[in-house]
Every structure is written in structure tokens, then in C-alpha cells.
């Protein structure tokens, strides 16, 4: 368990969490790493992009599919235009600007951090959008919802992307 935790902390924070023994409490201690595996953090996040543009793709068919109520993921109901708007940018940023920030992070491309910088802010962007449409008008919380875990996600592992050498 501790050797789990040790490998997930450096891959995601960079850093190593230490137990160190004190009688009955265990004190948990952060140790600069400097031993982070380059090419597991890069299949980890090169395969994020990957699995974002995949999921991204299947939730678009879903929704065009989808010929009742899309109930939540309505932007505006009296209008589906309002919320397949956004197909074109998804289709383009978020679906294949992630397979080109992947593709550039396991092939260890020069431009890989910024492709993923791109992908990541185009989706933050497109999610405070909709943070603001669902406090102004109260409709699409599940659209909301859907969209904050990928821009948080996506800016964290971009970040990440940034910090490893070339």
C-alpha cells in the first residue's frame, strides 16, 4: 500500500509522501523527487488526452442521438441550436486537439505542452461559460456538471505536461 500511494504521489504531485514511524501515529512527510518515471508520466498523460477525446466524441453522439428530452444538457430548452453550438469547438478543441496533444506527448514532441495548454484553456474557457449560463438561467446544471472534472482535469495534467523535460 505504501509503495502505491509513494507511486501515485510522484506521479501526480512530484513529490514523494514518506511514512515515518512515531509509536502509534504515523506522520506523514513530503520529499522532493526528483525520480519521477518520464515515461510512465507520459503514457499517464498522453493516454488522459487520449481517453478525454474518446469520451468526448461518444458523449457528442450520445446527445445527437438522443431525440427526446436531453433534460439537463439543455442549454436552452426551446432551442437544441443553442446547445449543439458548441459541436464545432468540441469537435475541433476538445476532440482533435486532445488526439493532437496526446500523439505530441508520447512522441515526446517540443510542442506537446503547448497543444495541451491549448486544450486545456479552450475547455476551462467553454466550462465558466457554462458556469455563468446555468447562474444566469438555471438550465443545463447536468451540462455543467459534465464539464467541470475534464477542465480541471485537463488544466492539472497540462501543467504536469509542462514540468517534464523534452
Do not use: C, H
Not at 88 to 115: E, H, K, M, Q, Y
Amino acid at each position: 500500500m505504501s509503495a502505491f500511494v509513494g507511486r501515485v504521489s510522484r506521479l501526480l504531485l512530484g513529490v514523494d509522501l514518506v511514512v515515518l514511524g512515531a509509536t502509534n501515529r504515523s506522520v506523514v512527510g513530503v520529499v522532493a523527487s526528483s525520480g519521477v518515471d518520464d515515461e510512465l508520466a507520459r503514457r499517464t498523460y498522453g493516454g488522459y488526452f487520449l481517453v478525454q477525446a474518446i469520451t468526448g466524441a461518444a458523449f457528442w453522439i450520445l446527445l445527437w442521438l438522443r431525440t427526446e428530452d436531453r433534460g439537463g444538457f439543455e442549454m436552452l430548452l426551446s432551442e437544441r441550436a443553442v446547445t449543439n453550438s458548441f459541436l464545432l469547438a468540441d469537435l475541433v478543441l476538445g476532440i482533435v486537439g486532445s488526439l493532437v496533444a496526446a500523439a505530441g506527448i508520447l512522441a515526446r514532441r517540443r510542442w506537446a505542452p503547448a497543444a495541451a495548454m491549448f486544450v486545456a484553456g479552450g475547455i476551462v474557457y467553454a466550462t465558466v461559460y457554462i458556469l455563468f449560463w446555468v447562474g444566469a438561467t438555471g438550465q443545463a446544471p447536468a451540462m455543467l456538471a459534465v464539464m467541470v472534472p475534464p477542465a480541471l482535469l485537463s488544466a492539472f495534467v497540462a501543467l504536469q505536461v509542462a514540468r517534464l523535460d523534452p
